[in-house]
Each structure stands twice: as structure tokens, then as C-alpha cells.
């Protein structure tokens, strides 16, 4: 819907149609006002045929053409010989004298709306184009984003290791603490594996076989064995896991194991969890399953959830020990 604008316009007199000159209020033959209050309806949006959007020089002129089975309705550029036929509401760049003008080259055969066209011939891009800008815009930002948190969390599992911040204390835990204890983590379903040793046995006849008649043969010989033995990580038990400022502690159904952090020689780290080594322990201990937990963490005013893997616990650990 037109809107309405008032503003004052002079004309030729209303009522004897006298021409006046532009200055005057009143016409000179009858008297009549020349100024007066009228509508003004602003005028219509120019059609994108109005502007060939190829080049942006002369309008398209409609063209039909007949054949045996169709007619097609056509859109020409008498100056560029773009083409653009109708399909349905929108229509397709056919054709173009220069083959290879840019335009040419992003639009050939594409099938646009009259809006796509008309916002392409004043500088624009089609809504694919636009599409497209917003998918790599958004492909960036994620991939900032994502490079931002490795980085918080690479600031966050040193500064654990260093001890220089902490786990925020827990106020139950599962286990009775000592004195002065502080308990720093708690992680369920996490299973403890330990090497075990593995022994197989291999046997094979050794001898030639003798044929008696047809269908009918024996061997001659023996059957020597032979026994290997090497380790395998096995695992022992399903439970908890807990750090303390003094202790790692594992409670399961079968298995308890008390683990001062001052015993512990060395942490190796898995995606999964750790393997501990200690002193007065000849096998080394697996705790598997930690990144089924989570951790929550904020760093620069920046909060990240992931996964609680087997860096993120070595850490933990160490800034525990490097505090004992």
C-alpha cells in the first residue's frame, strides 16, 4: 500500500485550467488557489526487466518462441544478448554474447527469482551466494571458537599440573577422610586393569605317514608341544575413583586400593585415564574410564565442558603431588 505524503504543489489552475506562473498563489484568470493539499503517491518499484542485470546498461525486452511441443517465454539484452528464460516464477541466464565475462561465469544456467536478479544488477549476490558467505562465516567463527577452548583448556591442565589452581573441593565424598584431607574429585565407572601373565600351548605332528593301501594310512612320529608365556592387561574390577590432597583411592566390588600420592614414581596418560606406577608395587596400575565424566572449567571468563580424559587426571594428580 502507496503511502501518503502532504506537501504543497503548484500547477495549472484546477478550475479553468489557465497556466499560472510558478510563483503565483492564485490564478490571474478566475481567482481559484493555486495552493492546495494533494496526495502524493511516491512511484513504483522499477521492474527487474527494467535493468539488464548482465550488464547493467539496457533493459530486457519479452520475446516468445514457438515450438512443436512448447513455447518458451524469453527475457533478451539488445546490448549484451544475455538471455534469461521463465521457469515458473523464476527464471534461467540461457545465453550471453561474452562466454567469458565474469558474469557469465557465476551465473550460467543458474535459476533465480526476480528479486535475486534485480538485487544481483545493483551489486548484490543470489541467496546461494549469501548461503554460502554465511556458511563460511559460521565454519570460521566454530573453528575460533574451537581453537579458543583448546587453548583455555591447555592453560587450564598446566596450571593443574603446576598446583597453581585446584579442583573445587568436594563436601561428600565416598570415602572417610583423614585429617586435613581434602577430597578433589570423585570419578565413578571406572575400571582398574592390571598386566597378567598368559601362557599358551602350541602342538604339532612331527613324522612322515605311511600309505598301506588305497584309503587306508598311518602316521609315524610324535606330537611335540611347545609353551609360550607373555602378559596381557586384564581387567580386575569395576568402581570409584578418588583423589585427595594426600591420596588416590579406588573402591570397587572386589578390589580397594589406597595409593599414597607420595608413593607414586610416575603417571603415564591414555584418552581414557592413567597408568600409575609406585613404589614397593612391581605391576603397574591401570584406571580406565575417566572420560565418561566431565569437567566444567573457566578460564579468562571463559566456561568449557569436556570430556575428564587421561591428561586432564595425570594433571590433576600432579598438582596434587607437586602441593604434598
Known sequence: MSKKISRVVKMQCPHCQTENPEEAKFCMECGQSLESEQEYIPPPNPAWTDLCP????????PKTVKGMLSTKELLECDYCGAVFEKKGSKYKLKDIYDKGCQFWQRY????????????????????EEQRIIEEKERKKQQLIEEQTAQNDLVTFVNQLAQGTVNLTPLSNPPIILKKKEVA??????????????????????????????????????????????????????????????????????KRTINIDLRKIIAIEAYKDGVASQRENKQKTEYFIGSNRSTLTFTTNGRRHTVPFTGPILKAAIQGQISQT
Open 184 to 253: 578433589h574429585l570423585v570419578l565413578g565407572n571406572i575400571s582398574f586393569h592390571e598386566p597378567r601373565a598368559v601362557r599358551k600351548t602350541y602342538g604339532g605332528y612331527a613324522g612322515p605317514t605311511i600309505r598301506v593301501t588305497k584309503g587306508v594310512s598311518f602316521r609315524v612320529g610324535s606330537v611335540a608341544a611347545r609353551s609360550e608365556s607373555h602378559e596381557e592387561l586384564r581387567k580386575i574390577d569395576q568402581g570409584t575413583l578418588v583423589l585427595t590432597n594426600k591420596r588416590l583411592i579406588f573402591t570397587g566390588s
Open 54 to 61: 548482465a550488464c547493467n546498461y539496457s533493459p530486457l525486452e
Open 108 to 127: 550460467r544456467g543458474k535459476i533465480l527469482t526476480e528479486e535475486e536478479w534485480t538485487r544481483i544488477a545493483k551489486g548484490g549476490i543470489s541467496n
